[in-house]
């Protein structure tokens, strides 16, 4: 035998436990209050980029859509900053710190694992996008979301598949140096292609097929449905389900490829 083969084990289905899962979300946060550079960036680089944007385009003489785009837009540009960027780089590091595997000789399971580290990351982006929604509609005179239960639906919905989609790329990423590399890619389509400020069905029709089968294209489908209000069954059917694709794919691909230990 000229090596062994070792067997990947995959994510186990059993019960969160909600003590376990507090653990190790208070032990993350702690990990990302002390790095002053990550924390600066999660907090400020949204709501800098929303200036930036709303800067730029200006009094276009539509107040009140420019606004909306501006605001649901800027929902989007949380999710992927804070909870995708900011995980990709927190999974590599807990990884080659050898603390998921000391995590995974212990009681917690792989499931709370995961989803500990990513928990003060969802709960920043839910914070930033409360203050998006309330503040940001006061300062650019916008109306409050028609259907907030939509539209946080539809946040909860992007945190899961990001996240899941940040410890997919973390698998595929060799240390923390590169992990900006690796996580560029999806960045770059998603605030493209995804409708984060330029609806998806604006787009000629061939483009248009194509960026609907984005990650977060049905994310913000039901982002800007809760917050805008009139779109039709089917279309929320169709984000909806998009939204739940990426999560099933997701959760398969994590489990197939997701490293616990240091690449070697």
Same mark, same amino acid.
Request: with cysteine.
């Given at each position: ?20 899962? !507090? ?12 790095? +002053? *550079? ?24 539509? &107040?009140?859509?420019?606004?909306? *785009? ?11 900053? %804070? ?8 999974? %590599? *590091?807990?990884?080659?710190?050898? %603390? ?14 995961? &989803?500990? !580290? ?11 996008? &409360?203050?998006?929604?309330? =503040? ?26 990001? =996240?899941?989609?940040? =410890? ?9 140096? &590169? =992990? ?13 292609? @995804? ?21 977060? @294209? ?40 997701? +490293? ?5």
């Amino acid at each position: 035998m000229n090596g062994v083969t070792l067997k990947r084990v995959p994510l186990k289905p059993v019960p969160l436990n909600p003590g376990r899962l !507090t653990a190790l979300g208070r032990a993350e946060l702690t990990l990302l209050v002390r790095n +002053r *550079a990550t924390l600066s960036v999660a907090l400020a680089m949204p709501l800098l980029m929303v200036f930036l944007l709303r800067s730029s385009l200006g009094d276009s003489g539509r &107040t009140a859509s420019v606004g909306e *785009a501006t605001l649901t837009g800027g929902i989007g540009m949380v999710l992927v900053l %804070v909870v995708y960027l900011n995980l990709v780089s927190a999974y %590599v *590091a807990r990884r080659e710190e050898l %603390v998921l595997k000391r995590l995974r000789t212990g009681e917690a399971n792989d499931l709370e694992i995961l &989803t500990g !580290t990513a928990l003060p990351a969802a709960v920043l982006a839910l914070g930033q996008s &409360t203050v998006l929604a309330v =503040a940001g509609a006061a300062v650019l005179d916008v109306a409050m979301p028609r259907n907030p239960l939509l539209l946080v639906a539809g946040v909860l919905a992007g945190i899961v598949v990001l =996240a899941g989609m940040a =410890a997919l790329t973390s698998a595929f990423t060799r240390n923390v140096e &590169t =992990a900006g590399l690796t996580s560029m890619p999806l960045f770059v389509v998603t605030a493209a292609g @995804s409708g984060l400020f330029v609806p998806v069905d604006t787009l000629p029709d061939a483009l248009a097929s194509v960026c609907e089968l984005l990650p977060l @294209s049905g994310v913000m489908a039901l982002v800007r449905a809760g917050w805008s209000g009139g779109a039709d069954g089917t279309d929320l059917l169709v984000a909806g389900l998009g939204a739940l694709a990426w999560t099933v794919i997701t959760v398969f691909a994590v489990q197939r490829w997701f +490293r616990w230990e240091p690449r070697r």
